[in-house]
């Protein structure tokens, strides 16, 4: 007689630890790979703050690979970076040594009362605990300082892009793009997660062209791609190479970003 099998249980969901954590082992692919950001997002940071970075103190927290913390520090600011991962903070040391670095995270900044004019935050903030993040930042900036999170997110309207999210949420259950509004612990959280109205908001787009390969190493570097396990997501991304070298014949890939800037400043 044939006997009933109890199917098994799903898989377990990566947690939120381990997504904010898979980035310390592919940091050079990170830094060779993730996109940038436009000046217009600094222009707007200091319009917004009322405040040129020149001269600034700035925390740049979350720095990672310390692609943001470059170009603060290229605009003139005094900057000094957090970042709590190994990986991501020794690739930073080796390549960003006239920028100093500190371990530390967003919800237990290390350092002292009011001692900032900016805390920025670059693709970032989503791996915080507001509740906490957010009474730090006010502890460390000087009165009338500003706090500013950004993310690069896939622009609105475009069809490729549109397509290739759907493939990517298909396949993993979970889109790269950030969606501001929605209620996710992972690499898709924006605006909800800043527990205060007073901010303003502002919406910087750019573009970038790359070879295919440079595109599919970006999407390689994200978390959810990272916690999949390497086979999956070779087959992921071979699949993926198809697809846009129909969209792309001559091998190269106009990648298009809507850069969102949330800024608030201390009461």
Not at 199 to 217: G, K, Q
């Amino acid at each position: 007689m044939a006997t009933s099998m109890t199917p098994p249980p799903p898989p377990v969901p990566p947690s939120h630890a381990s997504r904010a954590h898979s980035f310390n082992s592919v940091a050079a692919q990170y830094a060779a790979n993730r996109p940038s950001y436009p000046p217009a997002l600094f222009d707007a940071i200091e319009e917004l703050a009322g405040c040129r970075l020149a001269g600034a103190r700035v925390v740049d927290v979350g720095a990672g690979t310390g692609i943001a913390t470059a170009l603060l520090h290229d605009r003139g600011a005094d900057v000094v970076a957090v970042e709590p991962g190994d990986g991501m903070s020794a690739h930073f040391r080796r390549t960003r040594p006239d920028i100093p670095i500190v371990r530390g995270d967003g919800n237990a900044l290390p350092l002292a009362d009011a001692c900032a004019d900016f805390i920025t935050y670059a693709q970032a903030w989503h791996w915080t605990d507001p509740s906490r993040a957010l009474p730090e930042a006010f502890r460390v900036l000087r009165p009338g300082g500003a706090l500013a999170l950004w993310w690069n997110r896939d622009a609105e309207g475009v069809p490729w892009l549109a397509d290739q999210a759907e493939r990517i949420n298909q396949h993993y259950g979970d889109p790269l793009a950030v969606q501001p509004g929605t209620p996710d612990t992972g690499e898709n959280a924006s605006a909800y997660a800043v527990p205060t109205p007073d901010y303003a908001r502002r919406v910087v787009r750019w573009s970038r062209r790359v070879p295919i390969d440079t595109h599919l190493a970006n999407l390689g570097s994200h978390s959810i791609l990272l916690v999949n396990g390497t086979e999956r997501s070779e087959a992921f991304l071979s699949e993926e190479r198809r697809h846009l070298l129909q969209v792309f014949p001559d091998g190269h890939v106009e990648e298009t970003y809507d850069v969102e800037l949330l800024l608030t400043t201390t009461p």
